[in-house]
Nanobody, 123 residues
Framework: VQLQASGGGLVQAGDSLKLSCTASGRTFTEYTMSWFRQTPGKERDFVAAIRWNSGLTSYVDSVKGRFTISRDNAKNTVYLQMNSLKPEDTAVYYC?????????????????WGQGTLVTVSS
């Protein structure tokens, strides 16, 4: 299983950015996909998750109304649309996958990880 994350960059506060995570290596119909983020010296924090087959989603409170997670089945890709970005959203963002239904905030519960993509939001 491979997860390839992309789309990070340097933006200003209030701007938007869209991250992509392309999955390969198996069929992901029975998987839940997620985005986590991490800043130096801190643990990896849950951001959002989506159930691949149903499209059900879950978000951490701090991003509700600003971030949207979605998936494109044909492209085997999960997206994180980030609007109204704030400096505190600055982090390395990781996509992850777990078999079955999980909304776990615990990063150890997620089986597969992509490489991180850096998002920097300047004030």
């Amino acid at each position: 299983v491979q997860l390839q994350a992309s789309g990070g960059g340097l933006v200003q506060a209030g701007d938007s950015l869209k991250l992509s995570c392309t999955a390969s290596g198996r069929t992901f119909t029975e998987y839940t996909m997620s985005w986590f983020r991490q800043t130096p010296g801190k643990e990896r924090d849950f951001v959002a998750a989506i159930r691949w087959n149903s499209g059900l989603t879950s978000y951490v409170d701090s991003v509700k109304g600003r971030f949207t997670i979605s998936r494109d089945n044909a492209k085997n890709t999960v997206y994180l649309q980030m609007n109204s970005l704030k400096p505190e959203d600055t982090a390395v963002y990781y996509c992850a996958a777990a078999y079955g239904i999980t909304w776990s905030r615990d990063s150890s519960r997620w089986n597969y990880w992509g490489q991180g993509t850096l998002v920097t939001v300047s004030s």
